[in-house]
T-cell receptor, first 109, second 110 residues
Framework: RKEVEQDPGPFNVPEGATVAFNCTYS??????FFWYRQDCRKEPKLLMS???SGNEDGRFTAQLNRASQYISLLIRDSKLSDSATYLC??????????FGSGTRLQVQP | DAGVTQSPTHLIKTRGQQVTLRCSPK?????VSWYQQALGQGPQFIFQ???????QRGNFPDRFSGHQFPNYSSELNVNALLLGDSALYLC?????????FGPGTRLTVT
């Protein structure tokens, strides 16, 4: 079983739609959680950290459920520019990051 | 403020050869990590350097080695290249846990 599992997609949604991605992780000692965004043939870029209380950044909302060991990302009012691969990432303390394989989102006009 | 830089951007090597990739971290960052990203996969952790020492290592063979210099820059060396080593190699620098990635080096082994 992979340490971090994501639905690879692709998720094809129209502009303006709301879309949600989930991710599960197997290491219960994980302490830090992130969503990274990766455009085609580019490096991953930090989208947002995920906190236990949930957090929001504009159109993006991240949630963490420690009991069920899953993380979610909600994107509201999707834009064409949101088309990318979204990587779920976990870390245990100061240990290196463990990435999921990514979920591909394609927003269509 | 320059971000993480890597060189070269692209590289083509033959099976059995050796390669060295280079990384300069963001200003003020003291920790450098290396990742391998195969097509369609998420980045896989290779190793991490802090204070010129390898602090953590992922599940990669000894053919993969590295170094960190006093100015925090780093090198990744891969010996006896295999076709399966073809990938995007990403360097990330961090300070207090948040990692920032460089643009990567795309290595093709033929």
């Amino acid at each position: 079983r992979k340490e971090v599992e994501q639905d690879p997609g692709p998720f094809n949604v129209p502009e303006g739609a709301t879309v949600a991605f989930n991710c599960t992780y197997s290491n219960s000692a994980s302490q830090s959680f992130f969503w990274y965004r990766q455009d085609c043939r580019k490096e991953p870029k930090l989208l947002m950290s995920v906190y236990s209380s949930g957090n929001e950044d504009g159109r993006f909302t991240a949630q963490l459920n420690r009991a069920s060991q899953y993380i979610s990302l909600l994107i509201r009012d999707s834009k064409l520019s949101d088309s990318a691969t979204y990587l779920c990432v976990v870390s245990s303390g100061r240990r290196a990051l463990t990435f999921g394989s990514g979920t591909r989102l394609q927003v269509q006009p | 403020d320059a971000g993480v830089t890597q060189s070269p951007t692209h590289l083509i090597k033959t099976r059995g050869q050796q390669v060295t990739l280079r990384c300069s971290p963001k200003s003020g960052h003291d920790t450098v990590s290396w990742y391998q990203q195969a097509l369609g996969q998420g980045p896989q952790f290779i190793f991490q350097y802090y204070e010129e020492e390898e602090r953590q290592r992922g599940n990669f063979p000894d053919r993969f080695s590295g170094h960190q210099f006093p100015n925090y820059s780093s090198e990744l060396n891969v010996n006896a290249l295999l076709l399966g080593d073809s990938a995007l190699y990403l360097c990330a620098s961090s300070l207090e846990g948040i990692e920032y990635f460089g643009p990567g080096t795309r290595l093709t082994v033929t």
